[in-house]
């Protein structure tokens, strides 16, 4: 691929799809009788977040070659993410994600990804090791490591960016997109995410996450057991109980979480997560960094969508006014 001219903040590799969430809560999805329908996936939706905030922002990924591969062009060029990256694979339908929404803490998820996932079909000829490299940031995810040839692609990516700059590893564990041979059994998966840990600077996941990554869940031997594993800040998502980051310099940071009504927790992950690239693309400390990546997952957890929920600079900033130090 021919190289690019300007170095973009971001680039995602990883999942996209198209996401139909009810527009009923607290109805089971059969008897649900209207959709709406959004850009998803995480590696799309961090992009979408980071661009909401000001930031290029790109995302190398595949759709199938139809209707709703159309779409999220459509979608992600709507969004400010640049698209040249995202390419079609013929005789992979573009992948739909459902979910139940049971407020507060309930939204259970259905993947259809069969066959086969198109984001799973990067191939490691297809890659653009140069814009790779010179993004200020690069951010892969866990599911891009469950199947070839995304897995060897994905890896040859952090090998070539050689720790430049920012690389940032979002554990990201899904067990039902991995083989039959890694279902249920997270030692499978250890070692491709023990060899991504190797080449990234930062780690970033849920408790269950930490623990498929390290073997440990409390929080703080978790961030540990991943500066250890090579990367030189972890950041360990706790749920209600707020977000714990850990610098290899001895940086620590701590934050509550923020007190929103949760609509419909989807994407507040990836909310997080583009938040989190702004505040280090802009040079933040840890603690501040943290405490406004926190108010935008809860900003989107407070919304129905997420790709459309991202919030803007000003909705992060009057939230956290608000919001206890």
Same mark, same amino acid.
């Given at each position: 691929? %021919? !190289? ?14 198209? &996401? =139909? ?28 977040? @980071?661009?909401? $905030? ?23 060029? *709507? ?7 995202? %390419? ?11 979910? !139940? ?15 086969? @996932? ?8 297809? $890659? ?36 430049? &700059? ?12 991995? %083989? ?7 030692? *499978? ?10 080449? #990234?600077?930062? #780690? ?13 869940? *409390?929080?703080?031997?978790? @961030? ?8 030189? =800040? ?11 980051? $850990? ?6 940071? !701590? ?5 929103? *009504?949760?609509?419909?927790? $989807? ?21 501040? %960094? ?26 992060? !900033?009057?939230? =956290? ?5």
């Amino acid at each position: 691929m %021919t !190289e690019s001219a300007q170095p973009f903040d971001l680039i995602t590799i990883g999942r996209t799809g198209v &996401d =139909l969430y009810p527009l009923q809560s607290g109805v089971p999805l059969s008897d649900v009788q209207t959709f709406g329908k959004f850009l998803g996936g995480s590696a799309a939706n961090v992009a979408v977040a @980071a661009a909401r $905030l000001g930031r290029s922002t790109a995302v190398i990924t595949r759709t199938g070659d139809d209707p709703f591969g159309t779409y999220l062009h459509q979608a992600l060029r *709507e969004f400010g993410v640049d698209d040249r990256w995202v %390419t079609p694979v013929a005789g992979h339908p573009t992948p739909l994600t459902f979910c !139940e929404i049971f407020p507060p803490d309930d939204f259970p998820l259905y993947f259809y990804r069969r066959p086969k @996932a198109p984001d799973l079909v990067i191939h490691t000829d297809e $890659l653009d090791y140069f814009a790779v490299r010179s993004a200020r940031i690069f951010w892969i995810t866990g599911t891009g490591l469950s199947e070839e040839p995304s897995r060897s692609a994905t890896l040859a990516a952090l090998k070539a960016r050689a720790k430049a &700059d920012t690389t940032v590893f979002d554990l990201d564990w899904r067990p039902a997109f991995w %083989t039959d041979t890694a279902w249920g059994d997270p030692e *499978e998966a250890r070692p491709y995410y023990a060899e991504a840990l190797r080449h #990234a600077t930062v #780690a970033i996941g849920n408790l269950d996450e930490c623990e498929i990554a390290t073997g440990v869940r *409390e929080p703080r031997a978790c @961030a540990e057991a991943l500066l250890a594993a090579g990367v030189e =800040l972890a950041v360990v998502k706790q749920g209600p109980k707020g977000v714990l980051a $850990l610098h290899r310099d001895g940086r620590f940071a !701590e934050v509550p979480p923020v007190s929103v *009504e949760v609509v419909n927790g $989807l994407g507040a992950g990836d909310a997080f997560g583009g938040a989190l690239c702004h505040g280090l693309l802009s040079g933040w400390d840890l603690d501040r %960094t943290v405490r406004y990546a926190n108010a935008a997952g809860a900003l989107v957890a407070s919304r129905l969508a997420c790709s459309a929920a991202m919030p803007t600079r000003s909705e992060i !900033e009057g939230l =956290l006014s608000g919001a206890p130090s």
